[in-house]
């Protein structure tokens, strides 16, 4: 990460504490967001984890989890040229679905992607806004194995390290533009 992208990431970036829940410390992105040339390097700099040494794309789809993600990976599957694909909360998507269960740092969620929409084969990126305890990125991973695709990375906006997140990815090769 270049020192100006640190610095717009450290002043764009702002800690709610206790949200959701006691005791949490949110990262509120919204403001990093609202600026265009913040989040203009922030998806320039995810969408690095989606190309070779040399710049070429080596992936077929971005993957983003509900919701930040969506935010996030849909402007890197454009930076890209390749597709977008939603992992969504169970019962928000028609049609017929994967899904998988699995523990958040504060409860219980179930994930759920088209069946349809990463073909057998596809090359596949996640993108996500925070790396915390792991559990939505292997979550996302199984849902891409299901579907019969193959994740390649995962780029992540935040990184909270002292949740040791990176231990649920067994290997996959991780991307972060900020670790705390």
């Known amino acids: 990460m270049t020192d100006d992208l640190e610095r717009t990431l450290d002043a764009l970036i702002r800690d709610v504490p206790d949200f959701p829940q006691p005791g949490v410390v949110f990262k509120d992105i919204t403001p990093l967001l609202a600026d265009h040339d913040g989040f203009s390097a922030v998806v320039e700099a995810l969408a690095d984890a989606g190309r070779d040494p040399a710049g070429n794309v080596v992936v077929d ?12 990976a849909a402007p890197v599957a454009l930076a890209l040229r390749t597709g977008f694909v939603p992992v969504r909360k169970a019962g928000k998507l028609p049609g017929s679905t994967h899904a998988v269960s699995y523990a958040l740092e504060y409860g219980e969620a179930t994930l759920e992607v088209h069946q349809d929409a990463i073909s057998a084969g596809d090359r596949v990126l996640l993108v996500d806004d925070v790396l915390a305890t792991g559990g939505t990125a292997a ?7 299901q579907s019969g695709g193959e994740v390649v990375g995962f780029a992540v906006l935040i990184e909270l390290g002292f949740l040791d997140g990176r231990s649920a990815l067994d290997g996959l090769p991780l991307h972060v533009i900020k670790a705390v």
Do not use: D, H, N, Q
């Open 61 to 72: 789809k971005v993957v983003g989890m509900e919701a930040r993600g969506f935010i996030l």
């Open 139 to 145: 979550a996302t991973r199984e849902l891409v194995e």
